[in-house]
């Protein structure tokens, strides 16, 4: 005979938290990344008006 795995309370629960545990390690994760994406981006501008300007310069 096979066994049957019954899905009662306890075990969905259990699933539950810990699905919600790995998706807020996610994305407290995903926020350093981002944050640092951003931080990239913004260096990138700062470095184009710098060049900009030191074209417009010698111009």
């Known amino acids: 005979m096979t066994k049957v795995m019954r899905l009662d309370g306890t075990f969905l629960r259990t699933a539950m ?10 994305s407290l994760s995903a926020c ?7 931080q990239d981006v ?6 184009t008006t710098n060049a900009a300007d030191n074209v417009q310069q010698k111009m």
């Open 17 to 26: 938290i810990g699905l919600l545990l790995a998706g807020a390690a996610i």
């Open 32 to 38: 350093n990344t981002v944050a640092g994406a951003g």
């Open 42 to 47: 913004k260096n990138t501008g700062q470095a």
